[in-house]
């Protein structure tokens, strides 16, 4: 029988080794699955990879990673937002790497990775300093670069409800880059508010198919990272 | 020699008007963060405009109510808005296929400097140590049909915005088609940078005059 389901956060992230690449999916706090990254702090793992549009808020989620000294890059769209301090901190001490990658291509790149995409062309970037180093080729007289997939060991991602076999369905704009992240991972884990029988989730409408997902964890109640970044908590607490 | 007096022109409300007049009936936009996201509250009546917000939503709304707030409902700018009825969700790849793949009629961002073949630079001063920043910038002025800039004619320096050759870094090469800053309506041609209109008090020689790049009537 197929069932996802991890009992335990320990359980989900268990696994996860020095040195791997991690996605991890959110736009802001929007969809950010920051009881995961919270026990993949417990957890351990470092010298890691990070791929996640921003580099989180405060001092809790990713941006607690962050200070907890486990990441050595991070590859991103937008490392600064308004709370956020631990990751410029550390990149102006040159004790992290980044690989600025504009938003519309990290998405591709890792659609690409989960869709068997080696490479492919884009004109994002075309005659600006993020060109660098990329091939470029003409097609129908418009310059285009060529960028690479991203595949990671593991994926995080918020996913509002899952079945046992790991069909998902989102919430609003929470939904970001999880489904793209769910297909390029060896190791897709999800956290889920809700958790239902095979069948309640409408088959026409489920936005991840379950084959895409390998954990699933139900975290009912997920903290609200601003709330917290307004308290000043910090993880662990 | 005779002090040069400024003339404010138009203020952010009145461009942001401009802009909106401008914007036709059905179109799909996306505003950028901060003085484009005003575009919205100025579309005259009778028109229909749907809004592009790149992070998953199309038919985006006002802001809700105090109150009201989702965290899982935000722009771009990752300030808490609404959907309206008939708004859809959506993950990165396809707002990105939106996008990169010219579905979005107009886009409309904000700008340190512009230059006079269109080249835009929006979204580093490059200066050393700073931490760089992309986000959807690159990818909008790559793929959206039409590019607007709405900008303050002038840095708080006086420098002028619209320039000869961007000194910034670019966020993409010939990509603007219309200027709005607070002076007048500039066209982005292939002949150079020609005026359409001019805000109140403000005469071509003085336009020039705060103007770094060629323009022409």
Known sequence: MIN????????????IFDGATIMI???????????????LIDQGAKNLTIVSNNT?????????????KRVKKMICSFPRTANSTVFPDLYKKSEIALELVPQGTLAERIRAGGAGI????????????LEEGKEKRIFDRVTYVMEKAIKADFAFVKAKAADRYG???YNKTARNFGPVMCTAAKTTIVQVQQFVEPGELDPECIVTPGIFVERVLIVKNPVDESKLVAENRRYPW | MVEKVEIQGWEIDEMAKKVAFDIPDGAYVNLGIGIPEKVAGFVPEGREVIYHTENGLLGMGDSPEKGQEDPELINAGKKAVTAIPGAS???????FTMIRGKHIDICVLGALQVAENGDLANWSTGEPGAIPAVGGAMDLVAGVKTIYVITRHNTKTGKSKIVKECSYPLTGKGVVSRIYSNLAIIDVTKN????????????FDYLQSRTEARLYQ
Do not use: C
């Not at chain 2, 150079?192 to 005469?203: D, H, M």
């Open chain 1, 56 to 68: 989180g808020s405060g001092e809790v989620g990713l941006a607690a990673l962050i200070a907890h």
């Open chain 1, 167 to 169: 069909n998902l369905i």
């Open chain 1, 118 to 129: 080696p490479a492919f062309f884009t004109p994002t970037s075309v005659g600006t300093p």
């Open chain 1, 25 to 39: 999916g959110g736009f802001g706090e929007a969809g950010s699955p920051i009881e995961l990254i919270h026990a």
């Open chain 1, 4 to 15: 996802k389901l991890v009992n335990t956060t320990k359980e989900a992230v268990s696994g």
């Open chain 2, 192 to 203: 150079g940078l020609v005026v359409r209109e001019l805000a109140a008090g403000v005469s």
């Open chain 2, 89 to 95: 969700y959506f993950h990165h790849a396809d707002s």
